[in-house]
Nanobody
Framework: QVQLVESGGGLVQPGGSLRLSCAAS????????MGWYRQAPGKERELVAT???????NYVDSVKGRFSISRDNAKNTVYLQMNSLKPEDTAVYYC????????????WGQGTQVTVSS
């Protein structure tokens, strides 16, 4: 099994930056996709960004050009660099791991709060 622990959330002013980290530990699988999701109060959880173990990335339109997902496989860590933050980015951000090892496994982190406000 895999455990995911997010960190790096907090309070930041509009236009500021934060870097979220997700440290993974546990079983090793042949294929995995890491993703960042977010959920604002009263809204459904949405996909923000994903990255494959090969480095392919995708982003929701609202964060393109501002957010960047990356991973350090040696450290078993995925990052979300968030720049030019806006109040509408305020949400709980969750790390998700999708892994395949003869069958699919999915794991979620506990979430970290990001608040963008002056």
């Amino acid at each position: 099994q895999v455990q995911l622990v997010e960190s790096g959330g907090g309070l930041v002013q509009p236009g500021g930056s934060l870097r979220l980290s997700c440290a993974a530990s546990g079983s090793i699988f042949r294929f995995n996709v890491m993703g960042w999701y977010r959920q604002a109060p009263g809204k459904e959880r949405e996909l923000v960004a994903t990255i494959t173990n090969g480095g392919s990335t995708n982003y929701v339109d609202s964060v393109k050009g501002r957010f960047s997902i990356s991973r350090d496989n040696a450290k078993n860590t995925v990052y979300l660099q968030m720049n030019s933050l806006k109040p509408e980015d305020t949400a709980v951000y969750y790390c998700k791991s999708s892994l395949y090892g003869s069958r699919w496994y999915e794991y979620w982190g506990q979430g970290t709060q990001v608040t963008v406000s002056s």
